[in-house]
């Protein structure tokens, strides 16, 4: 099956640094992606809609000059965690959309662990 | 907004046994409900989906009801196995490959 792939898998920042996650669909183009946040023992949330080409569409009360996201080609999205907090310490996981397949599916990455010290 | 509410939050069964996971949606234009398992520190994996055009979907021992005048759904898995225990969510959305939202999670424990 499609295979989307996230980097780093885990990573610890210190306090009021950047730190940037990387979302590939290693075989197939993906026009679309999300991201989602997940604190311990709790839902996933969506943050934003990632579309190739033009701006992110954020959910209410993410701020996008914090949760920066870049989708300059079709098998790349990053999500840069500007100036890190203890509070943004969080899984980040990305999603990816195959519209080449119909119905169109949706295939998750393994996660990304950002811990802020 | 969409909203998603599952439960139960917790879940214990016997091995053998079956379990049951139900969720409700509140937005009436959402027409796909997917199932996902997610183990520790993993990222989701699809275990099942249904559209609204079908009232029931099964694969072995999973299967999936869809009840749209109710606006609820459940998971159903038979003869469980050690090896079912993660956290199951349900997932709502209006289109295949659209943006989903997720209800709270199910932790389900399968005991030996």
């Known amino acids: 099956g499609a295979v989307v792939s996230q980097h780093p898998s885990w990573v610890i920042c210190k306090s009021g640094t950047s730190v940037k996650i990387e979302c590939r669909s290693l075989d197939f183009q993906a026009t679309t992606m999300f991201w989602y946040r997940q604190f311990p023992k709790q839902s996933l949330m969506l943050m934003a809609t990632s579309n190739e080409g033009s701006k992110a569409t954020y959910e209410q009360g993410v701020e996008k000059d914090k949760f920066l996201i870049n989708h300059a080609s079709l098998t790349l999205s990053t999500l840069t965690v500007t100036s890190a907090h203890p509070e943004d310490s969080s899984f980040y996981i990305c999603?990816?959309?195959?519209?080449?397949?119909?119905?169109?599916?949706?295939?998750f990455g393994e996660g990304s662990r950002l811990t802020v010290l | 907004g969409e909203n998603v509410e599952q439960h139960p939050s917790t879940l214990s069964v016997q091995e053998g046994d079956s379990a049951v996971i139900k969720c409700t949606y509140s937005d009436s234009a959402s027409n796909y409900f997917p199932w996902y398992k997610q183990e520790l520190g993993k990222g989701p994996q699809l275990i099942i989906d249904?559209?609204?055009?079908?009232g029931e979907k099964k694969d072995q021992r999973i299967a999936v009801t869809l009840n749209k005048t109710a606006k609820h759904f459940s998971l159903h898995i038979t003869e469980t196995q050690p090896e079912d225990s993660a956290v199951y969510f349900c997932?709502?959305?209006?289109?295949?490959?659209?943006?989903?939202?997720f209800g709270q999670g199910t932790e389900l424990s399968v005991k030996p």
């Open positions: 999603s990816a959309r195959d519209r080449q397949k119909l119905p169109e599916e949706l295939f």
């Open positions: 997932a709502a959305s209006k289109n295949q490959g659209g943006k989903l939202i």
């Open positions: 249904i559209r609204s055009n079908v």
